[in-house]
């Protein structure tokens, strides 16, 4: 029950035609889910394990993504662990922000792992009505991510708050690691083959920094389940990541479009590379897209089959709102059709 294709990326075995996945392929640029949304709140969408697995199988039908991945969002840890959380049209909003004063009240123990139940629901209900050949997997968000949504409510700007209080982020690992562990074992237990750590606040961090306050409990992460942890970070580039990171069991990483695809396959020898064509280039009219699409893949038909074993084809971040669906049909159209 997985998708050839993506069998062959994480074990970096030659193939002709990569698969493919998106970053938030489920989600408000899609007419299925926004008929889903019509009647139902994110939250529902979210919490009520079979409407997660039909928002996630939606892009994989319309679209034949080859995985589909679990419908969700980051920051459900964070309201386990007692901060609150809602969702509007204009985005989260925790209970209150994380301080000095009130980083001892956030909760701990079996209670707070249960109430991730949900996500294990979700993927298996998800993969109960998941295609055979299509491949699952979950995510939750990098640590680092969810203290900056813990302590400035988004990851936007310099992040001068979170830094400021970096001194914190040891005594919240107390809290949020073992639960991001729990989260992990719960999703793989609901069917993922892979779950992806997204960190998108990372590249605001300078390499060192990274390195001091990050890359040990990311370790932690990976060494928990060696070869089914994947790794992905906005806006950081090769000077983060130490011998020690690269050479850890990570079934693969992704990298946003910053990066020219073809360096990142030798960063590591094992494991797929997921990326990372720019996401904000799908708005583009049709022939304008063609052609930066085919600026891209002619760039990776640079590499031969053996280097660029381990190709996970998709864009650079997630998909954005309103990203016309002629164009993401397009891109899965073409890939497949230049790559045959």
Known sequence: MANLQFANALARKPQKTPPIWFMRQAGRYHKHYQNLRKDRSFDDLC???????????????????DVAILFSDILYPLQALGMGLEYSDHGP???FALTPENLGTLKAGEDVVSFMNFQKEA????????PKDKSLIGFVGGLWTLFVY???GSHAGSLTQSKKLISLFPEFLK?????????????LAGGAEVVMIFDTAAGELSPLDFKKWVQPALLELCALAPGKIGYYSKNTQASYFSREFLSASWAGMGFDHH?????CFELRDKGFVQGNFDQSLLFLEKNAFQEELGIYLENMK???IIDRAGWVCGLGHGVLPKTPEDNVRLFVE?????FA
């Open 47 to 65: 919490k009520i394990p079979d409407l997660a697995a039909q928002v996630a199988l939606g892009p994989v039908e319309d679209f034949d993504f």
């Open 93 to 95: 909003k925790l209970g």
């Open 123 to 130: 993927l298996q209900k998800t993969r109960a009505i998941l």
């Open 150 to 152: 813990a302590v400035e």
């Open 175 to 187: 809290k949020a690691l073992p639960l991001i562990k729990e989260n992990i074992r719960l999703q």
């Open 259 to 263: 990066w020219n695809l073809p360096s």
């Open 302 to 304: 640079q590499l031969s």
């Open 334 to 338: 073409t890939v497949r059709k230049v």
